[in-house]
């Protein structure tokens, strides 16, 4: 069985009767066991994969109506709900958490028969870049298994780029979907704000968080967006995208559109491969018609402080309810009195969530808050401002997604302000509500490259026609594994 095949080629190959979903499911199930134990993306494997494959090919073969999903199989990141399954956020404090109900994007997933195949790794409740603060242990990257995936949906990065699935939904607060992406060499979206549904995804910082598809291919990710996008009445920040179809036309091309290059992402600390490889990008998009030029983005210099900042705050409120009493109950209350109760139970939390929550209760607190979180407030404000000017005169904006190459796991560890700075050309695009998308362009060192497109909100189909026309630019190699 061919797993290397994109979804599309899927649902073709099913729909002619070629291969039927029961026999790649249960392919898909025997690589991840052959697999798994290397690059460790599989918190949960879904037992019942292969009988639901079976009841879909039954369908199919009833001619009764198929979703359009045909039983692919989908993996999850583990801080998305699926009703009846653990929900772990990689966390030792979710660890026996079963979901009582199902997300907006699993509702509509399921409706199309898609096949969650499992649930995969992330750093704990997604905080992170590099998958290493899973409380359950790293995941590896399947282009060097001695170097991160990225992250903080790192397991969903791993499971498409080593076929352990067809494509996977991550969730991006500050990169986390395009990060791994790149780092992986899959395609990364995260979608303008309110495209998706965040109803059941454990939140972080959700005023600019989005859960986003990890696919093979940039018509992978149209064909998901047009499955998993639309108006929630669960999720009150949800827009109406008119049920835009976001694979029709996808080939327009990108002739006579104009792009920024931004110019504060491709400055100081940029890795010499990754540079190339984005001047290489550019030069490609101009071949296809494009006008390149650079644009300045004066905040971008703040951007990873105002992120943190903000995040911290959202995420110290947001994950004040995991007390041992409302989640995450394993030891009784008698014999303490409220405060040690509560402290002993957020002992649970791993370093990086613990960090976290120590600037989260201290930078919006009383005295503080104007020095720190309304200043971050107003670069997002301000950077806002400036993304708006820019797209006045630009149709798209380009970076490299990540301004260095994967990195030895351990190696920026116990550094959080260097693992911070990695964020700075992805968090842009979470603090203005903008798409990004992150497609695999480039290899140094046998290490994946990828190349960063942004549009202005509400311009997604123009964003993945620009990245489809990239695409069609590359030709990479496979992945050893
Ligand atoms: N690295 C960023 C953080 O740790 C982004 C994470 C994300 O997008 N969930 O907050």
Redesign the pocket.
Known sequence: MNLKISALEYVQEVKNGNISAEDFVASTIDQIKKIDDKVHAFLSVNDDAVQQAQNIDKKIKSGENVGDCFGMPISIKDNLCIKGSKTTCASKMLENFVAPYDATVITKLKQQDAIFIGKVNM?EF????TTEFSAFGPSKNPWNIDYVPGG?SGGSAVSVSAFECMASIG??????VRNPASFCSTVGYKPTYGLISRFGLIS?ANSI?QIGPLTRTVKDTAFLLNLISGIDPNDNTTIDNQNEDYLSDIDSGIEGKKIGIIKEMIGEGIDPAVLNATKEAISKLEKLGAICEEVSLDMVKYSVAAYYTI?ATEAGSNLARYDNLRYGYDFPVEGYEFNSYISKARRKFGPEVTRRMILGGFVPSAGHAGKYFLKALKVKNKLTKEVNEAFKKFDLLISPTVPVLPFKIGEKIDDPISLFLV?INTVTANLTGKPAISIPFAHSNGLPIGIQLFADSNHDKLLLQAAYALEQTVTLPEVPI
């Open positions: 750093d997604a905080m992170g870049l903080s969730s991006d607060t500050g990169g986390s972080y968080e995040t964020d």
